[in-house]
Structures are given as C-alpha cells and as structure tokens.
C-alpha cells in the first residue's frame, strides 16, 4: 500500500505553506484568499532514508454547491488513500464551527490524525489555543509554517507513524507542462493520461489557478506531469488570483522540460494559442501540439481543421501534432510515445564529428550564396550546451549568411539528428576549428 500524509482543513489555514515546507519545494500556490487550492497537489518528504508522498488538499468550505461539493470529494479521496491526516487550523483565528465539523468526520473515518495548530506565533492568546486541546486528538503540534516553528517535529511525528517509506529517492523525473488558454481541456487530458478521475474538471474557465504537479510513469520512464492555470488575455479587470495564477503558469513553463500545448478544436487556432507558443518558444522549450475535443468535429470540420494546422505549423519548426479527444481517450497513447520520444533525445551530446558531417552534407545539397563573387565557407560545427541545445557554425563571412539559410541549416541538423519537437538553436562564428573530438 502507498504511504501517504494528507493535509487537510478549511481554507486559508496555511495547508499550502506547510506542504511547501514539508516537500522542500514552491508547489502550491500561496497567498491571502480563500480556496486558492482545489486541486490535490503531491509532493515528496524525505526523511530517516524514506520517501513518503504528501497531498495538499483543497480548503473544506462551510457552504457547498455543485463545484464546492467537486472539492469535498477530492479531499475525502485523499484522506480515504492516506495513512495518516494532518488536521490544520488556524491558531490566529482560533477554533470555529468549521473545525469542528471536520475533526467529526475524521473521527468517524477512523485514520491516524495529528492535529497541527499553525500560525501559533500570530496570537498571544492562550485560551484560543488551549480551545483546540478539547477537540481530543492525542497527537497534537504547535507549529508556524511561515517561520518554520515546529517543523522538524512536525515531520518527526509523521516518520514514526510511517515506518518505511514508498520509494527510493531517485534522478529527478522529467517534467512535462501542460498548457494552453482556459477551457481547452488540460485537466480532463490528465484524468485521461492518469486513468483516474485526479483533477476537478468544468466548463468554467479558470477551475485551475495554480499549477499542480503530478507523477507518473509510461513504458519504463518516470514524469513529473504540471497541470497550469489557463493563460489568459491581458485585461484592465484581472484580478489578483488571476494575476498570481498567470505568474506561476510562466514560473512552471521557465523551469519545465517539455510543454504539451492543448488548442480546442472547437475554437481553432486563435490569437491567444499564437501568443501562448510565442511563450513557450521565448523559453526555447520542448513542445508538443495537442489538439483537443476533435470528438466535437464532424470530418469536414477536421480536415478544414488540418489545413489550419499545416499554415500554423510553418512557425512551429517541426513540431509534433497530435488530434486528440481526452474524453474519449482517442489517441492519448500517441501523445504519451511522443513525450518519451523528445525524452529520449532531450539532453544528448552530439560529437563535433558527427555534427561536421551533417553540416557538410546540408552545405553539399544546398550551397550557401555567394557574396561579392565569392561563396560564404561554413567549415565547422560544434554542440554549446546540451540544456538548451545550440549548435555553433564556424566560417567565413558568416555574418552575411541570410536569415533563410540559417532556417535551412536548423531544419536540415532537425531532420538529420531526429529532433522532432526539440528547438535548436544556431550560432554563427568567424573562427578556425576550436574542437578536438
């Protein structure tokens, strides 16, 4: 059985702080309003030579409709799969109606529950938490997650209750983003590729706002999958979740190693799906292009669809595209082989040799142009770095080599060393052989 620590309590009691503190990591989205976190966020706390996975579940509300009820049973799944509850509130606020009622449902889930009392360095009060001590949990912390208070017991406590851990802790997994502008079915497609109903789905834009990591595995190889709040378009009325929910989806796209980028097939392809891939080419990220609802198409629809495709294509430099339908799982397989494909040759080291004898080649069957009467020489070619991967041409007059030629070159290395999906950048440089392979 997979060990699992659920955080769970009303809104804006810092269960998204701690579970930052606990996983070492800014995952979940902080700030001062209410139900930020619907979503469960997982993450991983090691400690005593254990891997134990942790959930940041989404704020029970005190009023419950049909999205809030969406939230309730996420965080009753978690607690369901948990091993054991941190039960948090509020020291700050002291014990209300809500607390109690949730304390109540713990009871009679019969899990193994720590009662973790945050922002205890934000009252002075003793009574107001003396109040806590009667909800009866015999497992009970003071801790203040901002200050780091009462941490390292806190993670103490969970060890003794979980005696081995679920994994090693191994190379960090890939990361894979999945991004696109609201209501294009970025959640669903992560229900789909998970086989599990994980993510809170609707026909609301922005059910998402912050972006919410998720592990798991295809055919061998291990992916740390980012499901990001939609990008919108600029407004003067953005309000300030929106603001923090577009920061952190650039903040994931920075630090990701591969994009899936969702496009409605309902909506085509728009200005703002132009202006996300001008986000992610910025970044000189990995992408894949998926898209989405092709179930809602009739077969006119989709072949007009695909001559949309190939004109948007002509900026993409080589991209995998995909139609899929995440509801109906047409097609998701193809999308999961593309992903370990870009994997698979995300960050190899090519010889100076190698990519000599591809540039000799291109130069073979396409001649650069001439200049002044005289033919501009490219004679070397070297990989810069294998993070972002930049090849350098050396030559000469190398400065005068037309922006056509320099697409030519980059196509022609795309093709040769099967980069499909991965940016490549060229460097042009007036120098003699600066290599020895």
């Known amino acids: 059985m997979k060990e699992t620590v659920a955080l769970v309590g009303r809104t804006n009691v810092g269960k998204s702080l ?8 800014r995952k979940s989205l902080v700030i001062d309003y209410h139900g930020v976190t619907r979503d469960i966020n997982s993450g991983c706390l090691f400690t005593d030579g254990k891997t134990i996975y942790v959930e940041d579940t989404g704020g029970i509300p005190e009023k419950t409709d049909d999205f809030t009820s969406a939230i309730i049973s996420k965080v009753t799944s978690s607690i369901d799969s948990s091993s054991v509850v941190l039960f948090i509130v509020s020291a700050s606020e002291g014990l209300t109606n809500q607390d109690y009622k949730i304390s109540q449902m713990l009871r009679k889930l019969n899990k193994k529950v720590v009662l973790v009392i945050n922002k205890s360095d934000l009252t002075k009060k003793s009574q107001s ?43 960090s997994p890939l990361r894979v ?16 590729m998970l086989n599990e109903d994980r993510m809170i ?14 592990p798991f595995s295809f055919k061998g190889s291990d992916y740390l999958l980012y499901d990001t709040a939609g990008l919108t378009r600029k407004s003067k009325t953005i309000s300030t979740i929106q603001k923090f929910s577009i920061s952190a989806t650039l903040e994931t796209i920075k630090n990701t190693d591969i994009c899936l980028f969702i496009i ?42 695909k001559k949309e495709i190939k004109y948007f ?42 990519l000599t004898e591809i540039l000799e080649s291109a130069l073979n069957n396409h001649p650069p142009p001439m200049i002044n009467n005289k033919r501009i020489r490219l004679k070397f070619a070297q990989q810069i770095n294998s993070d972002s991967l930049s090849i350098n041409i050396f ?9 056509s030629y320099e ?26 052989n600066p290599f020895n392979d």
């Open 313 to 354: 294509s002509n900026i993409t430099d080589k991209a995998y595209f995909i139609l899929i339908s995440a509801i109906e799982n047409k097609n998701i397989k193809k999308l999961l082989y593309s992903i370990k494909n870009i994997a698979s040759s995300l960050y190899k080291h090519f010889k100076a040799s190698k």
């Open 407 to 432: 697409k030519y070159l980059m196509s022609y290395f795309i093709d040769k060393l099967k980069l499909k999906g991965i940016p490549l950048r060229i460097k042009l440089s007036k120098q003699k």
């Open 201 to 214: 789905t609707s026909e609301i834009a922005g059910t998402t706002i912050d972006s919410i990591e998720l």
């Open 264 to 305: 409605s097939a309902e909506d085509g392809i728009t200005k703002q799906d132009k202006l996300i891939l001008n986000i992610i080419k910025k970044y000189n990220k990995p992408f894949i292009v998926a898209v989405n609802k092709i179930d809602k198409q009739s077969k006119h629809e989709i072949m007009d669809l």
């Open 129 to 171: 938490i003396e109040d806590f001590y009667k909800l009866g949990f015999k497992n009970t912390l003071l801790v203040s997650a901002k200050n780091n208070n009462g941490i390292p017991d806190l993670i103490k406590k969970i060890s003794e209750f979980i005696k081995e851990g679920n994994v090693k802790q191994s190379k």
């Open 18 to 25: 701690l579970f930052n503190k606990l996983t070492k990591a």
């Open 177 to 192: 983003s999945i991004v696109g502008k609201p209501n294009a079915g970025k959640s669903t497609l992560i229900n789909t």
């Open 395 to 403: 030559g000469t007059k190398t400065d005068k080599l037309p922006a």
